[in-house]
T-cell receptor
């Protein structure tokens, strides 16, 4: 079983819809990252969380440390949000290393 | 700042050939790492470094070597390429904060095919 599980694996939404991507992990962590990978392949860091909630524009990330769960929300989705969204955790016993989920492929149709 | 740069962007090798993937960053980051990305799998850590002169193995180190002679550069060497090393390779860097690595900055990737 992977230490980091993302759901759904694939998601198709209509422009304007509210989108939620989930990430569950099985180990104690010191931080969780959400990353975005566009079709061209580049990877960009969206958020780094250790507790609570962060917001940047239309993106909101939340984390519940006790339940070992994080969500990434996209409000008023747009076709340019189409990308792969990747969750990664920093396990406490691994020092600086990150463990990555397999990613969620999001397609937003106009 | 150029951020994290990687060369080459694409490479085709024959089985048994060796090559070096280059990675450089101009943000004075202590922490640098190499990942490979394969279809249906998450990024997997190959090797990492917490500073010049210090390197360590990640999850999938076999067949790869690294060195870190300067803060800026972190090359990845394939010793004898195998088809199983066909993948997309990403270099990343970050500061090493009090709690460990901070926000990760990724290079554009190198798409490697081994025939």
């Amino acid at each position: 079983k992977n230490e980091v599980e993302q759901s759904p694996q694939n998601l198709t939404a209509q422009e304007g819809e509210f989108i939620t991507i989930n990430c569950s992990y099985s180990v104690g962590i010191s931080a969780l990252h959400w990353l975005q990978q566009h079709p061209g392949g580049g990877i960009v860091s969206l958020f780094m969380l250790s507790s609570g909630k962060k917001k940047h524009g239309r993106l909101i990330a939340t984390i519940n440390i006790q339940e070992k769960h994080s969500s990434l929300h996209i409000t008023a989705s747009h076709p340019r949000d189409s990308a792969v969204y990747i969750c990664a955790v920093r396990p406490m016993e691994y020092g600086n290393k990150l463990v990555f989920g397999a990613g969620t492929i999001l397609r937003v149709k106009s | 700042n150029a951020g994290v740069t990687q060369t080459p962007k694409f490479q085709v090798l024959k089985t048994g050939q060796s090559m070096t993937l280059q990675c450089a960053q101009d943000m004075n980051h202590e922490y640098m790492s190499w990942y490979r990305q394969d279809p249906g799998m998450g990024l997997r850590l190959i090797h990492y470094s917490v500073g010049a002169g210090i390197t360590d193995q990640g999850e999938v180190p076999n067949g790869y070597n690294v060195s870190r002679s300067t803060t800026e550069d972190f090359p990845l060497r394939l010793l004898s390429a195998a088809p199983s090393q066909t993948s997309v390779y990403f270099c990343a860097s970050s500061y090493t904060g009090i709690k460990g690595a901070d926000t990760q900055y990724f290079g554009p990737g190198t798409r490697l095919t081994v025939l």
